[in-house]
């Protein structure tokens, strides 16, 4: 059973470029939600996607966006890159419901120059 | 508000040593409370989670039990390894699952 897989693993990228990430969820899970992680810091909520609907967003600006396919499968597009967008992105998966754990991919380390 | 505050590291020990990882929480209601590990490179694993006040959770020889008096869900482990050596994320639950975070602690373990 293959767990949360996400691509690319690393991504190189200029200021003002656009990026596109990707993740597929855990098999079973229907919610995923996307996660900045900036070096020696905790990760930090972007948003969330449930029936391919934006459910909840975190304190990011409109140029983070995201989609979420019927496969419950997702993407995260940020445009105009800032050199503090250098990140590890995060995403997590789970059942909708409460107390439901999330499960992380292993990112995609986005680095901008 | 909503946040978790986390001792600052890193933490240095021996192996077999003990282990505690003090995490406090402020909240509005009762969230569920879980500890996260990064391994270098990877994403992170769930460790434990408690979902209500005074339930232990426990994986692996860890342990923490939340204290809803002390707003507190300290991580303990009686005997520490050298493949321990990670990174621990205290986190508490939001809205509709949306996770916070603490800064982390890098615990190194040494043989």
């Known amino acids: 059973d293959a767990g949360v897989t996400q691509s690319p693993t690393h991504l190189i990228k200029t200021r003002g470029q656009q990026v596109t990430l990707r993740c597929s969820p855990k098999s079973g899970h229907d919610t995923v939600s996307w996660y900045q992680q900036a070096l020696g810091q905790g990760p930090q909520f972007i948003f969330q996607?449930?029936?391919?609907?934006?459910?909840q967003r975190g304190n990011f600006p409109d140029r983070f966006s995201g989609h979420q396919f019927p496969n419950y499968s997702s993407e995260l597009n940020v445009n105009a890159l800032l050199l503090g967008d250098s990140a590890l992105y995060l995403c997590?998966?789970?059942?909708?419901?409460?107390?439901?754990?999330?499960?992380f991919g292993d990112g995609t380390r986005l680095s901008i120059l | 508000g909503n946040s978790v505050t986390q001792m600052e590291g890193p933490v240095t020990l021996s192996e077999e040593a003990f282990l505690t990882i003090n995490c406090t929480y402020t909240a509005t209601g009762y969230p569920s409370l879980f500890w996260y590990v990064q391994y270098p490179g990877e994403g992170l694993q769930l460790l434990l989670k408690a979902t209500k006040a005074d339930d232990k959770g426990s994986n692996k020889g860890f342990e923490a039990t939340y204290r809803k008096e002390t707003t507190s869900f300290h991580l303990e482990k009686g005997s520490v390894q050298v493949s321990d050596s990670a990174v621990y994320f205290c986190a508490r639950n939001t809205g509709f699952q949306k996770l916070v975070f603490g800064t982390g602690t890098r615990l190194l373990v040494s043989p």
């Open positions: 997590a998966s789970s059942r909708t419901g409460p107390n439901q754990p999330q499960h």
């Open positions: 996607y449930y029936e391919e609907e934006e459910r």
